[in-house]
């Protein structure tokens, strides 16, 4: 597992010129007869992978640095699913198995992603929805540490499984809603078979 050092310098907010990403509006509608406004953020639809390794009995999660929780934290760093944007011509599986490559360095094949469900995340001013599956891994599907593509920077962590109970629940780490529910999801679903 390759740390990576979080070093922040020169962190400041400038306007946002030819956004790729993401685009802000100001949407302007009349609701039972008001006429209301709101701020609004378009942004990619996109997927996270619930990724469970046999061997380890472990959640295989990353790490990496996220400027909107700066902002609130003065630190950035965050655990999350292993995730990405919808931005390619492929199906949402195929860009799922992708990510679990990129991101963790695991092959997993398209039939093995099982769908959990679909969301929608910060439903206050963005509303993209997220594809959420699940994977098994072990050793012999890893062909690479991770660690992501273009300077990313992504750290990947095996978060044993009887450890995410306690997880979920330390408001000191920086985790998304979608991690919380993919466990509780999995400890739901393995509370069933026994």
Known sequence: MK???NIIENFKLNKLVNPQYVSAALVTYTQNGVDKDWEVVKAHD???????????DAFVVVKQFRP??????????TIELCAGIVDKDLSLAEIAKEEVEEECGFEVDVEDLEKITS????VGFA???????????????QIHDGGGVDDEQIEVIYLPVNEAKQFIYDE????????????????????QHT
């Open 3 to 5: 740390k990576h050092q």
């Open 119 to 122: 969301f929608h995340t910060s």
């Open 46 to 56: 996109s997927v996270s992978i619930l990724i469970y390794h046999k061997s380890k």
């Open 68 to 77: 909107a929780v700066y902002l609130n934290n003065n630190n950035g760093m």
């Open 127 to 141: 509303g993209s929805k997220q594809m959420l599956y699940y994977v098994e891994v072990d050793e012999n599907m």
């Open 172 to 191: 000191s780490i920086a985790k998304s809603p979608g991690l919380m529910f993919a466990f509780m999801w999995y400890f739901e679903k393995n509370s």
